[in-house]
């Protein structure tokens, strides 16, 4: 129990470093190999394989050439989608509805965001909706309101992450879902 406890130290120290103590991702991840590296010195942790590394330098590039080929197309749209002035054109229509504030917030929090999301995913939704949320309310409410307005689907991306974790926990892919919703 120990060993399995030295080896998960490094995700513990990185969890830690991000969630109490506030450092940059980059930082505690850093930090995360550093104690990684002292732990295969000290002869702690298992035995350094070369087997191992090229596995996970394998498993690694794949996973960073699959993220980067969602990312960076999903990044270009967004600049064109926001120098083209859709999120202020979308903003003119919702406003022009004329309906309440309470019922534009339905509507873009259960309407408007999760179409935006599932035509484009990356987030584009909340470049719209944002604007429009911190316009009808205060700042901090807007972007409440916007944050719990997201967990209602699954975020672009995020929802394969859903997927894959619940058929690695063995579990139904709702379940997975309305568990991180909830947390």
Not at 91 to 118: N, S
Not at 140 to 149: E, H, R, V
Request: aromatic fraction near 6%.
């Amino acid at each position: 129990m120990s060993s399995l406890l030295l080896q998960m130290s490094p995700i513990a120290l990185v969890i830690a470093l991000i969630l109490i103590v506030r450092r940059p991702p980059v930082q505690a991840a850093l930090a995360g190999v550093v104690l990684v590296l002292v732990l295969w010195a000290l002869d702690a942790a298992g035995p350094v394989s070369t087997t191992i590394a090229a596995a996970i330098f394998q498993d690694t590039t794949i996973l960073f050439l699959s993220t980067a080929c969602v990312i960076v197309p999903g990044l270009a749209f967004v600049i064109l989608v926001e120098r083209g002035g859709a999120p202020q054109a979308i903003g003119a229509w919702v406003k022009e509805l004329g309906w309440t504030p309470p019922a534009q917030v339905i509507f873009i929090v259960l309407g408007l965001a999760p179409l935006l999301e599932a035509m484009t995913g990356f987030g584009v939704s909340l470049i719209a909706t944002v604007p429009l949320l911190m316009g009808l309310f205060t700042r901090q409410s807007g972007m409440k309101i916007a944050l719990a307005g997201m967990v209602i689907m699954p975020w672009g991306t995020l929802g394969l992450a859903t997927v894959i974790g619940a058929l690695l926990a063995h579990l139904p892919a709702e379940t997975l879902g309305s568990h991180s919703a909830l947390i």
